[in-house]
């Protein structure tokens, strides 16, 4: 049984930084596609990041040059370091694992596992 598990995520004021982190246990297939994902109260589940099977990265533009995807020790561990944070960075913030992502990396119905989601508070 897959199953997928956030850890970090907190409260910081505009400008700050945090670290989340995810871990997918019970994957055993050589194919694997991990992505970051966040909703804020009211909105859409939107993409955030991924990292593909060849480690191909992907930004959404409202995080591009603040936020940093990358694989842990483990290929099935994924951190996202989130820097100068905005008060409009605040949702949960959801881990998500699929086999491949390629062109579809930012369509949240292409990943199959979820994890509970951690969340990120930010305050002006």
């Known amino acids: 049984q897959v199953q997928v598990a956030e850890s970090g995520g907190g409260s910081v004021q505009a400008g700050g930084s945090l670290r989340v982190s995810c871990a997918v246990s019970g994957w055993t297939s050589s194919w694997f596609c991990m992505g970051w994902f966040r909703q804020a109260p009211g909105k859409e589940r939107e993409v955030v990041a991924s990292i593909d099977d060849d480690g191909e990265l992907r930004y959404a533009n409202s995080v591009k040059d603040r936020f940093t995807v990358s694989r842990g020790s483990a290929k099935n561990s994924l951190s996202l370091q989130m820097n100068n944070l905005q008060p409009e960075d605040t949702a949960m913030y959801y881990c998500?694992?699929?086999?491949?992502?390629?062109?579809?990396?930012?369509?949240?119905?292409?990943?199959?596992?979820w994890g509970q989601g951690t969340q990120v508070t930010v305050s002006s």
């Open positions: 998500a694992a699929t086999w491949a992502c390629g062109s579809s990396w930012a369509a949240s119905s292409i990943y199959t596992y």
